[in-house]
């Protein structure tokens, strides 16, 4: 295997373990040699999706049988020796340090924003009765959800709402580039369709981030037709979106759209003072744009020049050691279109290596959570610090 475990002996609270093995067997086995057998609030899972799922979850979950395991597919893997692929990397929280709680939120596509308020609720109530002693300040949320399911918005807003101050961050499940089928895992089971909510309240100093390295520029387009539920923009500016698209952010006429091009030139939504990336997945056929977030007639988007990728996740890294001190880990959900970026500019080794650094774990998302907000091409997670001596 040669990777270095995380034990609970650097003082963050989290070991972490990887596996490349070939088969679903072989990876538990190495993740269950790597991460402490008990003593455990959670275990959290990111798992390539060249892996089966079900059999995938079913299995670490047998063999961790007394600890709850969560987690989801991915579009690659944050792993501890830096940016991955067809691996399965997973977070071991000690009890000595976190209490966890988890809800899963299934059947989406029939979700109410009554639901997401009720389970947010009733998760923070279980989080007291659960442990009595408990410091809302001291608590946050990671939310986990189907990546193709369209209803991250909805879902995120409800949630939020619910948990009053407790910051809440999270990513959408991927399936490397396929975007067919992804899946979050709860209970030995594997759910599509689905979201997890998990609660974590520690004594670790930690802070939540979102990082990403656009700056707006002056050209706007307004969607003036779209299928909203399907996220598919028809027309920019009452032109043909993608050759719209094309004009605006300076792709040359001729220049086919991929999702290289998409990563390179996001559109931005200006929400209260603020701006947020909306990325592209794809072009239609018929010239329309097929969006990873939710888009709507009469929304003005805004054209992105970028700034320097790996600076501005150093500045980030700097940023959270001067809030919390010494962090001995990030747990990061970082957009696929940031590494698909990252490598048309040649720039994947430098940011993985970064990564490694400064121990950033997780997985590569199809859109991120911030507060109430769904987000593409962004950077977000927890910085947890060291535990006091």
């Given at each position: 295997m040669g990777q270095?475990?995380?034990?609970f002996?650097?003082?963050s609270g989290v070991a972490v373990a990887k596996s490349k093995a070939a088969t679903v067997d072989g990876a538990v086995a190495e993740l269950a040699a790597q991460l402490p057998p008990d003593g455990l609030a959670l275990i959290l899972v990111f798992l390539s999706p060249h892996y089966d799922p079900h059999h995938f979850i079913a299995e670490i979950s047998r063999q961790f049988d007394t600890t709850p395991v969560c987690g989801c597919t991915t579009a690659g893997e944050l792993a501890p020796d830096g940016w991955d692929e067809n691996s399965v990397v997973a977070l071991a929280f000690s009890r000595a340090d976190f209490t966890a709680v988890v809800r899963p939120i299934l059947n989406l596509d029939s979700f109410r924003v009554e639901d997401g308020r009720r389970i947010g609720g009733e998760l923070c109530h279980e989080l007291l009765r659960v442990s009595p002693q408990v410091d809302r300040g001291n608590s946050f949320g990671l939310v986990l959800i189907d990546g193709l399911c369209r209803r991250e918005e909805a879902v995120m807003s409800a949630i939020y709402a619910s948990l009053d101050d407790i910051p809440i961050v999270g990513g959408s499940a991927g399936d490397g580039l396929r975007f067919e089928k992804t899946w979050v895992f709860f209970e030995g089971h594997a759910y599509t369709n689905a979201a997890l909510l998990i609660l974590l309240n520690t004594s670790l100093p930690f802070k939540v981030f979102k990082c990403d390295n656009f700056e707006p520029m002056p050209q706007k387009m307004v969607v003036t037709e779209a299928d909203i539920e399907s996220r598919t923009v028809k027309e920019l500016n009452a032109e043909p979106a993608a050759e719209e698209y094309s004009r605006m952010v300076g792709i040359m006429e001729d220049a086919k759209l991929d999702p290289f091009s998409f990563a390179s030139h996001p559109v931005l939504v200006r929400v209260g003072g603020s701006y947020f990336a909306r990325s592209i997945q794809r072009v239609e056929p018929d010239g329309s744009l097929h969006f990873f977030c939710a888009i709507?007639?009469?929304?003005?988007?805004?054209?992105?020049t970028s700034r320097s990728l790996v600076g501005s996740t150093q500045d980030l890294f700097a940023q959270m050691q001067d809030q919390i001190g010494e962090v001995s880990l990030y747990i990061g959900f970082e957009c696929l279109l940031r590494r698909l970026d990252a490598e048309?500019?040649?720039?994947a080794r430098d940011m993985s290596e970064l990564y490694r650094q400064n121990r950033v774990v997780g997985f590569h998302t199809y859109g991120e959570q911030f507060?109430?907000?769904?987000?593409?091409?962004?950077?977000?997670?927890?910085?947890?610090?060291r535990r006091q001596a």
């Open positions: 270095t475990d995380f034990r002996s650097d003082a709507d007639e009469g929304m003005v988007l805004t054209a992105a048309q500019h040649q720039l507060g109430s907000m769904h987000v593409n091409q962004t950077f977000t997670g927890v910085a947890i610090g």
